[in-house]
């Protein structure tokens, strides 16, 4: 287990390193009907194909495209905190591509990954918003497939004081291997090692390989209420909590408006949520929680500390249709956090 107080790199070392499923958005309102008709899982996230994917694109509403994945948009809250960042991810050389590369270099994330030029197109994530903010993803993944493990810098995750790996990535053969690469050099130079469950279906698909994640090379897991009980195929959340803190270091669960818990050996700190005046959409969420949450790390914070800072990142993003902060999430801290 990494230290998390511990500073051996330089000043200037990345504080996170994000590696994960390059996506653009389109976000649309969707009711249960259309949920229903479509065949979709209210609140999951479905695998499509690029047939699937234009299909229900046409079925949608008017939508907002805005680049997303998972460790993307915590790359970008990171950075929002005042954060050194990188993201590692691939597009394909189009039109979308070139929006996500712009938008998430404007972010103040590096980002430089090369696209490839033949093949799939740059993916994308259909995200149906509900009229209780709940949202409901069909996600083609394209281009993101092409990630493997050649596209992982190994001078950069030993130069790195965290890497953030998604649980999604696992479910691309070249992005497992990437994944597990990327996990091993980290291991090695005693970087932090950081995961996200990402969704409770994710989880059902590859439960004993991230059991086995878990175990062997994660300090840090992120995960939700549903994501952790589907991990350990129990219905009761107190025992999930008892369950992962016995395979793993630090494990950061949220419980949507009650908050998060987090758990550290014999360490258990129940942090509120933030106060948000209206919900709007919670895409993004988790993502940005654990933005907060890296971010306080990278600072030395204690956990509870850490936790509440998630919560702030999440409560922002929460009040507005997008995955990503409308506001410099830093000037939300207090000056103590910053």
């Known amino acids: 287990m990494t230290d998390r107080n511990a500073s051996p790199r330089g000043n200037d070392a990345l504080d996170v390193i994000a590696i994960g499923n390059a996506i653009v958005d389109v976000l649309a309102n969707a009711d249960d009907d259309f949920l229903t008709k479509q065949g979709l899982d209210k609140g999951g996230m479905t695998l499509i194909d690029a047939e699937r994917a234009e299909s229900l694109y046409d079925a949608m509403g008017p939508g907002i495209e805005c680049s997303g994945g998972s460790a993307a948009n915590t790359a970008v809250g990171v950075a929002s905190l005042g954060g050194r960042v990188a993201f590692v991810g691939k597009v394909r050389d189009d039109h979308l591509g070139g929006i996500f590369r712009h938008d998430i270099r404007a972010a103040g994330v590096a980002f430089e990954t090369p696209p490839t ?10 995200v149906m918003v509900s009229p209780d903010a709940e949202r409901t993803m ?4 394209g281009a993101c497939q092409e990630l493997g493990p050649d596209d992982i810098d190994a001078d950069q995750i030993r130069a790195a004081r965290t890497i953030f790996l998604e649980g999604y990535l696992w479910d691309p053969p070249g992005g497992k291997a990437a994944f597990r690469r990327a996990a091993e050099i980290a291991q090695e130079a005693d970087t932090t090692v950081a995961l996200t469950l990402s969704d409770a279906h994710c989880v059902e698909r590859h439960r004993e390989d991230f059991l086995d994640l878990i175990d062997g090379h994660v300090d840090v897991l992120f995960a939700n209420e549903a994501e952790v009980k589907a991990l350990f195929e129990v219905d009761d959340f107190d025992e999930a909590m008892q369950r992962v803190r016995s395979i793993c270091g630090i494990a950061a669960l949220t419980r949507s ?8 050996g014999s360490e258990v700190h129940v942090v509120e949520a933030a106060k948000v005046d209206k919900v709007v959409d919670v895409t993004g969420a988790g993502d940005l929680y654990a933005a907060g949450f890296l971010y306080g790390l990278s600072r030395g914070l204690p956990l509870a500390d850490c936790a509440r800072v998630g919560g702030l990142a999440a409560a922002e993003v929460i009040s507005h249709i997008g995955a990503r902060p ?13």
Not at 117 to 126: E, I, M, S, W
Not at 138 to 141: I, V
Not at 329 to 337: M, N, Q
């Open 257 to 264: 408006e009650k908050g998060s818990v987090v758990v550290n």
């Open 117 to 126: 030029t033949d093949g799939l197109a740059t993916a994308r994530c259909l």
């Open 326 to 338: 409308q506001k410099t999430l830093a000037e939300l801290l207090p000056a103590e956090h910053r």
């Open 138 to 141: 069909g996600t083609f993944l």
